[in-house]
């Protein structure tokens, strides 16, 4: 299967035997799987989404690994390199601030009298006020 599964709790997809689950994206859920397995095979299943909020509490042990591989990078990641006054959605199916920001800014600089896209699907929301190169690197 080779589609994106933004699966709710409990949802799944199945191929031949494959189970194949997906706790949403962007870094948003942590996903947790629970198996019965008899004789080898799976007899049963549990998933459950675990929103990731303000009570989770990061290791420092990885928040260390992630600062020391991202330090050569900071300074040009934290760069601004412009302002938002709305926040820009990047992940809807069909259009979002972030596609409609895109086709304007088309517009404003070219001749055409229409612009369209097949929508920007990746990458979490930039939240208004400034915006880094980190905001547009941001998967």
């Known amino acids: 299967m080779s589609r994106s599964l933004n699966l ?5 997809s199945q191929g031949g035997n494959t189970l194949v689950m997906q706790s949403g994206c962007h870094g948003s859920f942590l996903g947790r799987i629970d198996l019965e397995v008899s004789d080898g095979k799976i007899t ?3 998933h459950q989404l675990i929103e990731v909020d303000a ?3 990061p ?4 928040t260390n690994i992630i600062e020391r591989e991202l330090a050569p990078f900071k300074e040009m990641l934290d760069t601004v390199v412009g302002e938002t006054a709305t926040a820009l959605n990047r ?3 069909l259009e979002s601030t972030m596609d409609n920001f895109l086709l304007q800014s088309i517009l404003d600089v070219s001749s055409a009298e229409m ?5 920007w699907r990746y990458g979490g929301p930039v939240i208004p006020g400034p915006v880094t190169m980190n905001d547009l690197y941001n998967p």
Not at 8 to 12: H, L
Not at 115 to 119: R, V
């Open 55 to 57: 009570s989770i509490t």
């Open 59 to 62: 290791d420092p042990s990885i």
């Open 115 to 119: 612009a369209f896209s097949n929508g």
């Open 44 to 46: 049963n299943y549990l």
């Open 8 to 12: 709710a709790d409990g949802e799944r």
């Open 91 to 93: 992940y809807t199916m």
